[in-house]
């Protein structure tokens, strides 16, 4: 199983960004996929999570409102929409699914 994370990058304040996971190796359509992230000195953290169904969706209570995590089952791809961000959004995002973790792409909001 491998998930590739790709999308992140520097941002301003209140700006937006989408972050990918690319996934490969399993039943996509059956899978839930997770988004976490970890900030220097800090644990990693639920962000958000999707499930085969994309009806159903979690979120962490500090992403509420502003991140939507949806899939494209077709393009076995999860994604990340994450709008006005904040610098405490700042860290490293992760995918993952079923204890596979993919290798992270970095989120920096700048004030």
């Known amino acids: 199983v491998q998930l590739q994370a790709s999308g992140g990058g520097l941002v301003q304040v209140g700006g937006s960004l989408r972050l990918s996971c690319a996934v490969s190796?399993?039943?996509?359509?059956?899978?839930?996929i997770a988004w976490f992230r970890q900030a220097p000195g800090k644990e990693r953290e639920f962000v958000a999570q999707i499930g085969w169904s994309s009806s159903v969706t979690n979120y962490a209570d500090s992403v509420k409102g502003r991140f939507t995590i949806s899939r494209d089952n077709a393009k076995n791809t999860v994604y990340l929409q994450m709008n006005s961000l904040k610098p405490e959004d700042t860290a490293v995002y992760y995918c993952?699914?079923?204890?596979?973790w993919g290798q992270g792409t970095q989120v920096t909001v700048s004030s």
């Open positions: 190796g399993l039943t996509f359509g059956n899978s839930a």
């Open positions: 993952a699914t079923s204890n596979f």
